[in-house]
């Protein structure tokens, strides 16, 4: 199963840091990429960045300066999203999303979202 399924996130206070995790369902499934956004209350949804699956290789919205890391570990067929010095403004649901293969023309499939709050 392709479906991801993340998790880590919660409430934190400015200044700290999280990280989220996203495995695809199926233990048997490898990624051809996967991607992580954001949505806060009364903005659109923002793409915070991507993964490659197989070398790893990433890239960044614009929106991100710095603070964002997106990583995976293949042995355990999870991505990562590291994110330091949590500001207010970092309130959102947070997905992962994975591009099952070269072919498919975006990511195909979602997971749920995972709840960031962050208080001042």
């Known amino acids: 199963q392709a479906q991801p399924v993340e998790s880590g996130g919660g409430l934190v206070q400015a200044g700290g840091s999280l990280r989220l995790s996203c495995a695809p369902s199926?233990?048997?499934?490898?990624?051809?990429?996967m991607g992580w956004f954001r949505h806060a209350p009364g903005k659109e949804r923002e793409q915070l960045g991507a993964?490659?699956?197989?070398?790893?290789?990433?890239f960044y919205g614009d929106s991100v300066k710095g603070r964002f890391t997106i990583s995976r570990d293949t042995a355990k067929n999870t991505g990562y999203l590291q994110i330091n010095n949590l500001q207010p403004e970092d309130t959102a649901v947070y997905y992962c999303?994975?591009?099952?293969?070269?072919?498919?023309?975006?990511?195909?499939?979602w997971g749920q979202g995972t709840q960031v709050t962050v208080s001042s």
């Open positions: 999303a994975v591009r099952s293969s070269r072919q498919s023309s975006g990511f195909d499939y």
């Open positions: 199926g233990r048997t499934f490898t990624p051809y990429a």
């Open positions: 993964i490659n699956w197989s070398g790893g290789s990433t």
